[in-house]
């Protein structure tokens, strides 16, 4: 099995989990945040559901370099807006993961700011990042709707909400 081959598996296994938990956001609570330095439920899940198209630019670029262009994913309004992007990103990771080339994973990517970089690493590694971001943040939006008393779906398995029967 090669290495983009288990990129999109895993992509596509961690997305039945993070769909579910953008479904459990309800609409009246997109602007709710824990902390004045947290971001809202929003930005989180604005943020969550652009994730599975990074594999895109990560393929198709050397660079992401935000004093050249401004970073600025789709915004959804609602529930059914951010499901929809969601789906849209994950058939555009999953695409390019099913025909980019096993080669191309050894090229550098850099993540920088003008002269300031971030992290220059192979692009296997950068796309590993990003599923793993894609994990982190979804987990960060159960703790958000825990706090708000919002029953969480299971990630690898029934969570405390559901039955384990």
Do not use: C
């Amino acid at each position: 099995m090669t290495r983009l081959s288990l990129f999109k598996n895993e992509l596509e296994k961690e997305a039945v989990a993070t769909r579910n938990m953008l479904a459990a956001v309800p609409n009246d609570k997109f602007d709710w945040k824990p902390h004045p330095k947290s971001m809202s439920i929003r930005q989180l899940t604005n943020h969550i559901a652009d994730l599975p198209a990074w594999p895109l630019f990560i393929i198709n670029s050397d660079e992401l370099d935000f004093s050249k262009m401004e970073y600025k994913p789709k915004e959804a309004g609602d529930r059914d807006d951010l499901l929809a992007i969601f789906e849209s990103n994950l058939v555009d990771g999953i695409n390019v993961l099913s025909n980019a080339k096993e080669a191309s994973l050894d090229e550098p990517w850099t993540l920088r700011n003008g002269d300031k970089i971030y992290s220059t690493e192979p692009r296997a590694d950068v796309i590993r990042m990003s599923i793993s971001q894609l994990i982190h943040h979804r987990a960060q939006l159960g703790v958000f709707l825990r706090l708000l008393d919002i029953p969480i779906p299971g990630s690898y398995g029934p969570s405390a909400d559901e039955s384990f029967d």
